[in-house]
C-alpha cells in the first residue's frame, strides 16, 4: 500500500526558510521509474506544481520559483524533503507531495500540509 | 510554460445529467492529460491518465478524451459524490501545469 505524508512548521515568518518533509512508504525511490514532486494550493486557488526528484537524482523546478526551491532525497529513510527559501505571505498554501510512476501522473497523494507565512 | 486553460469555470448540474469539462494547452501535448478530482480539504485523486486511461476503481461513468491541445472530461450521469473541482494537468513536460480547476456544483 503506498502511503506518503508531508511534515512541516505550520507557521513561518517572512524571509524565512521553509523545509518539508515527505515520508513516503509502499514504493522505492531507487526503483527505476519513480519520482516524487511537490504541488501547492494557497487557499481557494488551483493546484501548483513545484518539484520533481527522481530515482536518479535528477531534479525539476517550476520556472517562476526554482531560485528559491531545492529539493532532495533520502533513499534510506523514504524521505523527500522540500526547502523553500524567502518565504513570503504568498506562499501560503496546502503542500501536497505526490508519486509519479515513469508515466508521468501523480498516483498517489500526501494528505497535505498547510503552510501559512505571517509576522 | 504550457498553459492549459479550463472552462467552464464553474458548472451547476443535477444528479443525472450529462456533463462535459474541456482543457485545453497552449500547445501540443499529445496525450499527455491527466484529470482530478478534489473535493473541499481533501488532496487530489487521479481520475483519468494518458487522457483517456481510466484509472482503476473509477466509476465508468467518468471518461476522458482529446489529443494535442484539446481534451474533455465527460460524466455520463452525475452522481451525488460527483460534485467537486476537477482539475486538468499536462505531463509532456516540466514544469507540469494544472488548469485553473472546474467547480462542479448541484443545481
Known amino acids: 500500500q503506498v502511503t506518503l505524508k508531508e511534515s512541516g512548521p505550520a507557521l513561518v515568518k517572512p524571509t524565512q526558510t521553509l523545509t518539508l518533509t515527505c515520508t513516503f512508504s509502499?514504493?522505492?525511490?531507487?526503483?527505476?521509474?519513480?519520482?516524487v514532486s511537490w504541488i501547492r494550493q494557497p487557499p481557494g486557488k488551483a493546484l501548483e506544481w513545484l518539484a520533481r526528484i527522481d530515482w536518479d537524482d535528477d531534479k525539476f523546478y517550476s520556472t517562476s520559483l526554482k531560485t528559491r526551491l531545492t529539493i532532495s532525497k533520502d533513499t534510506s529513510k523514504n524521505q523527500v524533503v522540500l526547502t523553500m527559501t524567502n518565504m513570503d505571505p504568498v506562499d501560503t498554501a496546502t503542500y501536497y507531495c505526490?508519486?509519479?510512476?515513469?508515466?508521468?501522473?501523480?498516483?498517489?497523494w500526501g494528505l497535505g500540509t498547510p503552510v501559512t507565512v505571517s509576522s | 510554460d504550457i498553459q492549459m486553460t479550463q472552462s467552464p469555470s464553474s458548472l451547476s448540474a443535477s444528479v443525472g445529467d450529462r456533463v462535459t469539462i474541456t482543457c485545453r494547452a497552449s500547445q501540443s501535448i499529445s496525450s499527455y492529460l491527466n484529470w482530478y478530482q478534489q473535493k473541499p480539504g481533501k488532496a487530489p485523486k487521479l481520475l483519468i491518465y494518458?487522457?483517456?486511461s481510466l484509472l482503476s476503481g473509477v466509476p465508468s461513468r467518468f471518461s476522458g478524451s482529446g489529443s494535442g491541445t484539446d481534451f474533455t472530461l465527460t460524466i455520463s450521469s452525475l452522481q451525488p459524490e460527483d460534485f467537486a473541482t476537477y482539475y486538468c494537468?499536462?505531463?509532456?513536460?516540466?514544469?507540469?501545469?494544472f488548469g485553473q480547476g472546474t467547480k462542479l456544483e448541484i443545481k
Open positions: 494518458a487522457a483517456s
Open positions: 505526490a508519486r509519479m510512476t515513469a508515466a508521468a501522473e501523480f498516483d498517489y
Open positions: 494537468q499536462q505531463s509532456y513536460v516540466t514544469p507540469y501545469t
Open positions: 509502499g514504493f522505492s525511490l531507487s526503483t527505476s521509474g519513480m519520482r
